[in-house]
């Protein structure tokens, strides 16, 4: 019973890093998912990898492509497959805004970040996105190191 204790975590915030230094991010937006009983128990034990995840326009619906989340351990023959298409929960005037701006040459929208709501619900921040060129990427690597030094010397 302890042990179950410790593997279901109360608060989850799962961060894709890798997205904020290949994307610029233009706008974010909190969606909610629709998952199966043994996604959401798998997203409460953390076990989820975005790195590859990207949303698509179906029919009006937002739709969320490759977002892994693993099969729940104590799952039976209901278990769900791990990289499903996950419909996501946006207002109407949300999505039109978003899939107008997707429109946009270079412009893609990806999954940020994964966390359970105060009322116990998965929601899923997505951001509107381009990516970033290799003179930019530089630059954010030069800066961050900048602030480093600056805050290691105490300013």
């Known amino acids: 019973m302890a042990k179950e204790k410790e593997r ?24 909610g998912i629709m998952l199966k009983g043994t996604e ?8 989820v990898n975005m790195q590859e995840g990207y949303c698509v326009f179906l029919n ?5 492509h490759n977002m892994h989340i693993s099969t729940y351990t104590e799952g039976t023959y209901n278990n769900h497959e791990p990289t499903r298409a996950r419909k996501l929960l946006l207002s ?11 429109q946009e040459q270079g412009v893609t929208i990806i999954p940020v970040r994964v966390f359970i709501s105060d009322r116990g619900f998965a929601k899923v921040e997505i951001a509107l996105a381009r990516g970033k060129k290799l003179y930019d ?14 805050d290691r010397s105490g300013y």
Request: glycine share 4%; net charge positive; no cysteine.
């Open 60 to 64: 009006g619906e937002l739709w969320l």
């Open 40 to 47: 959401i128990k798998s997203i409460r034990e953390g076990k």
């Open 8 to 31: 279901i975590k109360k608060h989850v915030n799962i961060v894709n890093r890798r997205a904020s230094f290949e994307y610029q991010f233009l706008d974010k937006y909190t969606a």
């Open 92 to 102: 109407k005037k949300e999505l039109r805004k978003l899939e107008v701006n997707a």
């Open 137 to 150: 990427k530089r630059q954010d690597i030069k800066e961050k190191d900048v602030k480093r030094e600056m």
